[in-house]
């Protein structure tokens, strides 16, 4: 048996099984591989969903949901962990647990908080967040967890005192002509980036736009490089994609191969 370890990026993703193949963990294989880093995929969620919308889902028992992050960590250099959905309060303290053991891996943390039950949300800011070199959020998401703030900015720097290094405000919809997204920074940096809007509706932008972050910051690249390069991947792959079923188009992640 070889004895040499490769020095292909691994990023350990944490996330719903979408069995479309538009977003979830589907996705970030797909991204990862097409970035040129090796995924290792913890299914958080089995999920019942077409390229229309989703029917029905299964979480994953918390118990496996530890033995199978556990023993990857334990026996692979992991570089970064992209962490998506969760499941449940109990999904979220033992990814809190476990990345107190780990924590010179960098994470990404791009949860769905309007689709979260109960006090889900408030265990993710408080537990997860802390944990992210960048967590990304929707702008709906990202308000909803400010919102005493009166302008996106205010809230992002209320976001940030949970503790993120950098958050990274995606799905400015003001302009009908461009998308928005903004980052922001605890050193006080921010930017904010236009993309041309596309003409379809897409599903699994969000899911290409994380994994191809954390692709890129896995191979070394600065966060500003990191996140103007995975927008631009994103904005290619939606821009090239397909209709695989007969809901949503789906980004064609592979689109640089002329496929």
Not at 140 to 146: F, I, N, T, V
Request: charged share 15%; proline share 4%; with cysteine.
């Amino acid at each position: 048996m070889s004895d040499i370890i490769t020095d292909t990026p691994v990023v350990m993703s944490i996330t719903g099984h979408d069995p479309s193949g538009g977003g979830g963990i589907s996705a970030d294989i797909e991204t990862l591989s097409s970035l040129g880093c090796h995924c290792t995929p913890i299914v958080s969620q089995l999920v019942a969903r077409d390229t229309h919308s989703l029917k029905d889902l299964i979480v994953t028992d918390t118990g496996l949901l530890i033995e199978q992050i556990r023993a990857l960590l334990e026996d692979i250099p992991i570089n970064l962990l992209n962490i998506g959905s969760v499941g449940s309060i109990g999904h979220i303290e033992a990814i809190h647990t476990i990345l107190n053991d780990y924590p010179y891996i960098p994470v990404i943390f791009h949860p769905r908080l309007s689709g979260a039950e109960g006090d889900m949300g408030s265990a993710m800011a408080t537990l997860l967040l802390p944990q992210s070199k960048v967590a990304v959020l929707s702008k709906e998401d990202a308000l909803s967890l400010a919102p005493g703030a009166d302008t996106l900015s205010a809230g992002a720097q209320e976001l940030l005192e949970y503790g993120s290094e950098n958050l990274l405000i995606i799905g400015d919809d003001s302009s009908t002509n461009t998308i928005g997204h903004h980052w922001f920074a605890q050193s006080g940096h921010s930017r904010q980036y236009q993309w041309q809007r596309l003409p379809n509706i897409y599903y699994g932008a969000n899911s290409t736009l994380c994994a191809a972050l954390s692709a890129y910051l896995a191979h070394g690249l600065s966060l500003a490089e990191s996140i103007q390069q995975a927008q631009q991947f994103c904005w290619q792959s939606l821009q090239q994609g397909r209709r695989i079923g007969m809901g949503k188009l789906l980004p064609n992640r592979m689109h640089w191969s002329g496929k």
